[in-house]
């Protein structure tokens, strides 16, 4: 199930506090020949949605609203996101059209390359941090706009079974 964790983003030091920030995590691989868990499948919707709609790079695309079943849009999404970030960013994502979970250690990094989950958080990030959505806080601002993921994040009050508390 997805989740909200810590990880480290600098090399050498990722399990000082100072070098640590939150992310949604995905518990299993999304995307071409994947796992797909529905909520897993649910948090990369909200994300890219989130992250790229308001982009130019990705104006005129179809995002289709976080629903948990994974759909061709959703692939071609993650994998023109993917080719996105090798352009603009100087870290690369592999190409591969799948978004896995970071594990490992908690860094931001495997195999010489960024997860690609983890450089959609850093994009949903600055959209709530340029567009002051949630006082900056991303994953507060994706929500407050579908709220049927509050309980998915565990971000209600909620227990893991996904039961309110009284």
């Known amino acids: 199930m997805a989740k909200i964790e810590i990880v480290g983003y600098k090399p ?29 499948v649910m948090v990369v919707q909200a994300l890219l949605k989130y992250a790229l709609e308001k982009r130019i790079d990705f104006r005129g695309e179809e ?46 990094f495997g195999k010489n390359k960024l997860w690609t989950i983890y450089a959609l958080n850093v994009d949903a990030m600055e959209r709530a941090l340029l567009e002051g959505e949630a006082g900056g806080d991303y994953i ?17 009050g909620t227990g893991s079974l996904d039961l309110a508390l009284e």
């Not at 995905?26 to 529905?38: D, E, F, H, K, P």
């Not at 849009?73 to 591969?96: E, F, G, H």
């Not at 507060?140 to 209600?156: H, T």
Request: with cysteine.
């Open 63 to 108: 995002f289709p609203e976080p629903c948990g079943v994974f759909i061709k849009t959703t692939a071609q999404l993650i994998k023109k996101y993917q080719r996105w970030v090798n352009r603009s960013r100087r870290v690369p994502v592999s190409i591969d059209g799948r978004i896995n979970p970071v594990k490992g250690g908690a860094y931001a």
């Open 140 to 156: 507060e601002a994706i929500c407050q706009r579908w709220a049927f993921l509050r309980p998915v994040l565990n971000k209600s």
């Open 12 to 40: 050498g030091n990722p399990t000082h506090a100072e070098y640590q920030t939150k992310i949604i995590n995905v518990s299993a691989s999304v995307g071409i020949s994947s796992v797909n868990q529905l909520k897993d």
